[in-house]
């Protein structure tokens, strides 16, 4: 697979003819095989869709006929997202069974485009999580130790591309789940500005911040799906009609702006592999500059009291008579309801259903909402107030590595500071990228840019400098065999 490793690679060979798309769908499948055993990256391998959509795929490329950069490249769903008559669980007992009539709008959209669909990858339950551990299917193993979290809640995805069971896979970010899982995989991940890319057929955990975004292991191969992905769509009204991200533009060296707030908070181990992604940009000719965000420190705890109000407002459909299992004892509706919920759903989304309900509760008259939102326009404030001085602004992606899979079952308060750094620009709706920036005790590290609203061409550009001076992307970890 070396030689194949990366949508560029296999987009010639397609080209070439060197190999089929067919052939090209059973190496990835028999990847999976092999590897996923170890990992639990994938909740369902569709084998049998794989190979139509990809003799499809051959055949377009036969005739060449609507051929886009993803034709005929395997990629994965993250399993938040609708795949027609397809298993589609949210990683959830109260989904286990759920198939949906309809796409999400982003996999009809890379499927309408030829891209290979494998199947679907692991998650945190309902997203959140970020740790990968809450799945009803069970815990994803990070593929760089087997002992340690991939991150999440997008951890199978992160786990899948790294592994290099899909080039291409697609994940949904509420406060950093798709870049904290790909900065613990050692992969490029994508949270695009919030509208840049349809939520419509993505189960919701925090609608005002959740977004749908692509992992790849290059920059380059992010703009590939992302162009496929993005989009106005009619079917969500807060889709953008922004002009389509220009992938291929170079911005040049830029002036980044290095947050003071952000560096008591980071492991000091972590020092070492950020420092070398400033010297790296430097090589390039990007100036540095330090700046403050003042209510970074607050950040964290505005985003657990919105999401999680959001979440109980969400999450209340599912009670049992038109969604999800209905609970074995009736005692009445309202008893039924509490019941479903205790039986279907696990730990940690009950925990924060349960601090979403208190935070809108009638005792609390919406007063600690309220204040959330103030702290997220503040945060919002800081972040616009930056770029008035400086192009992009680049922090690590996460304060710490991968922990150990059990470290965050005893602590839930360590798993929701591993959002720090990603939380700020969720609350803030703007776009951001983390790649790899090197390695602690052979644990990947990330490095994380943070650009204007719909400066998606920026970040990529920026991206694409630093993987040009580095080779850290192209670390691949040895998994034995299962």
Request: one cysteine or more.
């Amino acid at each position: 697979m070396t030689e194949l490793r990366g949508v560029r690679a296999q987009r010639d060979a397609l080209d070439s003819r060197e190999i089929s798309a067919v052939e090209l769908c059973e190496l990835h499948l028999n990847e999976i095989r092999r590897k996923d055993p170890l990992l639990n990256s994938f909740i369902t391998i569709d084998e049998e869709g794989a190979l139509q959509a990809a003799k499809s795929a051959d055949q377009r490329l036969g005739r060449q006929d609507r051929v886009q950069e993803v034709t005929g490249i395997p990629i994965a769903h993250k399993d938040v997202f609708y795949m027609r008559d397809t298993l589609t669980t949210c990683a959830s007992g109260m989904l286990q069974e759920f198939k949906p009539l309809h796409d999400a709008t982003i996999v009809a959209r890379l499927a309408d485009a030829g891209a290979v669909c494998l199947g679907k990858t692991n998650m945190d339950e309902f997203a959140m999580g970020s740790s990968n551990r809450t799945s009803f299917f069970g815990a994803v193993r990070n593929p760089w130790d087997l002992s340690r979290v991939p991150g999440g809640s997008s951890g199978g995805m992160a786990a899948a591309v790294a592994a290099d069971l899909v080039p291409l896979a697609s994940g949904s970010d509420t406060g950093g789940s798709i870049r904290q899982p790909a900065a613990f995989c050692g992969v490029s991940g994508l949270r695009p500005t919030y509208g840049r890319v349809s939520r419509h057929g993505m189960i919701p955990y925090a609608p005002s911040l959740d977004q749908a975004g692509p992992c790849a292991r290059t920059v380059e191969d992010l703009g590939i799906m992302l162009v496929a992905m993005e989009g106005y769509d009619p079917k969500d009204s807060t889709t953008s009609d922004r002009a389509a991200t220009d992938t291929r533009k170079s911005w040049g060296p830029r002036t980044l702006g290095v947050p003071a707030a952000f560096m008591q908070q980071m492991e000091e181990d972590l020092w070492s592999p950020f420092g070398k992604s400033i010297h790296a940009f430097r090589r390039q000719g990007y100036r540095v500059q330090r700046i403050e965000l003042p209510h970074f420190d607050i950040a964290v705890a505005a985003y657990y009291l919105i999401a999680t109000a959001e979440a109980s407002t969400n999450l209340a459909r599912y009670h049992g008579l038109r969604s999800g299992p209905r609970a074995t004892e009736f005692n009445g509706v309202s008893h039924s309801h509490s019941q479903t919920h205790s039986e279907a759903l696990g730990t940690e989304v009950k925990r924060r259903l349960l601090a979403g309900t208190y935070a809108l509760s009638e005792r609390n008259g919406g007063r600690l909402l309220v204040q959330a939102q103030k702290i997220r326009r503040l945060v919002t404030e800081d972040l616009l107030k930056a770029f008035k001085s400086v192009d992009l602004v680049v922090t690590p992606t996460t304060p710490t590595t991968a922990f150990e899979l059990e470290e965050s079952a005893d602590s839930p308060v360590r798993m929701y500071s591993n959002d720090a750094f990603t939380v700020p620009s969720a609350l803030a709706g703007l776009p951001a990228l983390t790649v790899p920036c090197g390695f602690v005790g052979g644990l990947p590290a990330g490095v994380q840019l943070i650009a204007k609203h719909f400066h998606e061409s920026e970040l990529l550009s920026t991206g694409r400098d630093f993987q040009r001076e580095t080779d850290w992307h192209l670390s691949v970890p040895q998994l034995p065999t299962a």
